[in-house]
């Protein structure tokens, strides 16, 4: 014990002297404001922010309740305005976790000092409260009176009844940050293990003790024990900007996450770990214990199994699958878990993700197909922290099942699906396959699940630019749901047709079209004859001709060849488009067409080409195999995307 105490001793005593020689954090006062704020200005690499934040604060401390432990988190933050006519500089949201009443916000208090002196309070009338989701709200309000030169400082109190773990603490906003701190004032019960995420700034870290004893400093009289205040520093924090194409911006931010790490008297160790985490949720939210009560979805499946003629064990899947998609209504809400029940589910009531899974998988088990939850967190939300073992990382619930040997990810929540197809916010890894003893941690990536377009034109061009022809259009994936969607919806063949691709030429006339749907198979076939006045434009040298006659891509979706985030697409995407145009009576096109290529690793965009005296004969193949892609692969992407606009946006000249 002599031991443990001279250790711990020196360990507080040099962490300490680091603090004393390392940069002080000067917590800011509520209501004043120093006089070096009027002259701060923004840092050179980021004049262009219409505000910054100067101070971001957080102290946490414990008290006691009844028989638990709640957290007490006290917020101030302070923001410098140096261009109000940004509507997000003066607009203050406050998230927190209100289900279960996890999660209360309390006084609620703000000012905006204005440059001359003056300041003008934040009313509570203004303060309003907003449903993010099934879990958060937010406290919105927008700061009174804002100019540029402002200085608006807010603070709150959030109680906190769930303290395994803490908030993350954000350090990165999308403005710069001059200062940010976070302590935790422990109890002698309890302390906190910290993990870093995608931070580059350097953290100071240090031990603060608080002698509360009145007792005389005398050897023989027992001192209490100081109070233990430990705090996280940093400065000049620069923001992390949206960007198009990215998982979630949180999964880029700068922040510090909190897991309790030791409880008790005296202190033990926690152990923290996935095992532990899964433990947990089949105690207190096993979505397989709801699945074991589907009885009525059981059956069921049972019955569908036992009384329809299926030639495949895919074949039942997916009529199974059929069966609850046609029937169930989607609340919209996303749980990894839900308690509402299979005859909720199965009457067409309104229920969340996990609520129809959860039932469809009580089904397929009723047929004698092999089943199992697989827990998400959504694109919104972010991607799972394996680091950090917690329940609450996810908020969705996807099926997976084993047909064949082969490996399917359903979700019938999602309208006019097919096994294997999700929706673009569910198509986020990991998952973690939660099993009756076991887990797994799994890749979100079904096959199914991408843009696939495939096109074949036969047409001809007259000699006043008109084309006409016959198409056939192959669709798999998001574009075939599409088709399924606006075929339940009541629209007609043709109107099905011009909406799919051809919403570019509003004066094209559809002559036939004929759109078919196999219910057994992702895939829609869409066909018809068309005609398109002045297509190609007519000049004394001949015809211009637009080759890209579907498939265009007007711009690249990048908005510059610079870029620090990684890729991330809504889903794989597959384009085979291949023309055959019968040219009018004395019009050729000159040679120098070269069939070429471009790749990389998860990209390939072919040309072919072969042009004859009357006819051409061309073709484009772009196949983008994966939906994330590093930003050292990123220029390459950029250029593929580029040719595919340049095509785009050509022209031929058909001489006469």
Do not use: C
């Not at 099993?435 to 036969?458: C, G, H, L, M, N």
């Not at 004859?529 to 015809?543: D, H, M, P, R």
């Amino acid at each position: 014990m002599l031991t443990r105490f001279i250790v711990t001793t020196l360990f507080l005593f040099f962490s300490l002297l680091v603090s004393g020689q390392a940069q002080q954090f000067q917590d800011a006062e509520f209501g004043v404001i120093p006089d070096s704020l009027a002259s701060l200005q923004l840092p050179a690499d980021y004049a262009d922010a219409s505000y910054m934040i100067t101070n971001q604060e957080r102290d946490v401390r414990f008290q006691e309740e009844g028989n638990s432990i709640v957290a007490i988190m006290d917020y101030h933050v302070r923001l410098k305005i140096f261009d109000n006519s940004n509507p997000e500089a003066s607009l203050i949201t406050i998230p927190y976790y209100f289900e279960n009443d996890m999660e209360q916000v309390s006084d609620i208090r703000g000012w905006t000092h204005l440059p001359s002196g003056k300041r003008v309070p934040l009313q509570s009338k203004d303060i309003r409260t907003v449903n993010i989701n099934a879990r958060y709200n937010v406290k919105e309000f927008r700061m009174p009176l804002v100019q540029d030169g402002s200085i608006l400082e807010y603070r709150y109190t959030i109680k906190r009844k769930y303290i395994e773990e803490l908030p993350d603490f954000y350090l990165s906003h999308s403005v710069p940050t001059a200062a940010a701190k976070t302590s935790i004032t422990y109890p002698r019960y309890m302390r906190y293990n910290v993990i870093m995420e995608n931070n580059s700034t350097p953290i100071q870290n240090d031990i603060v003790l608080r002698d509360t004893s009145s007792v005389p400093k005398i050897f023989t009289i027992p001192q209490p024990l100081p109070v233990v205040t430990e705090r996280w520093m940093a400065y000049n924090i620069p923001p992390t900007t949206k960007k198009s194409y990215i998982s979630s911006l949180d999964d880029y931010r700068a922040k510090i996450k909190f897991m309790l790490s030791e409880f008790g008297i005296p202190r033990q160790s926690l152990e923290n770990s996935w095992a532990v985490a899964v433990a947990r949720m089949r105690e207190k939210t096993n979505p397989l214990k709801i699945i074991t009560e589907n009885k009525k979805a059981r059956a069921v499946g049972d019955s569908l199994a036992t009384t329809l003629d299926f030639s495949s064990n895919l074949a039942l899947q997916d009529s199974i699958y059929q069966y609850l998609n046609r029937r169930m209504s989607f609340s919209g809400a996303h749980h990894a878990y839900s308690e509402t029940t299979d005859t909720v589910v199965l009457n067409g009531n309104a229920a969340d993700q996990a609520a129809i899974n959860q039932t469809l998988i009580a089904m397929l088990r009723g047929a004698g197909i092999e089943a199992y939850p697989v827990l998400i967190s959504t694109k919104q939300s972010g991607k799972i922290n394996k680091d950090f073992p917690s329940f609450y990382q996810f908020n969705g619930q996807l099926v997976q099942t084993v047909v064949n040997g082969q490996s399917f990810l359903l979700d019938a929540s999602f309208s006019h699906g097919r096994p294997g197809l999700i929706p673009f916010d569910s198509y986020n890894s990991p998952g973690l396959l939660f099993k009756t003893d076991t887990f797994e941690w799994v890749d979100i990536a079904p096959s199914a699940s991408r843009f696939d377009i495939q096109v074949a034109f036969d047409g001809a061009l007259s000699k006043k630019g008109t084309l006409s022809g016959s198409l056939e259009i192959t669709e798999k994936g998001y574009p075939a749901r599409e088709v399924r969607r606006q075929q339940a919806n009541g629209k007609n063949d043709g109107g099905i047709l011009r909406s799919t691709l051809f919403e570019r030429y509003p004066d094209m006339a559809i002559d036939s079209a004929e759109v078919i749907t196999d219910v057994r198979s992702d895939s829609v076939v869409l066909s018809g004859q068309i005609t398109i006045e002045n297509y190609a434009q007519s000049f004394s040298n001949g015809l211009e001709y637009p080759p890209m006659l579907v498939g265009y891509r007007q711009e690249n979706p990048f908005e510059s060849t610079a870029r620090t985030l990684p890729v991330t697409l809504d889903a794989p995407e597959r384009l085979k488009v291949s023309y055959s145009i019968a040219l009018p009576s004395g019009f050729s096109v000159k040679e120098g067409k070269q069939n070429q290529s471009m790749g990389f690793p998860g990209a390939k965009f072919r040309e072919q080409y072969d042009m004859q005296a009357n006819r051409l004969n061309y073709g484009y193949q772009i196949n983008i195999a994966q939906k994330n892609f590093s930003t050292a692969l990123f220029p390459r992407l950029y250029d593929l995307y580029e040719r595919w606009v340049e095509l785009s946006n050509s022209t031929w000249l058909i001489e006469r």
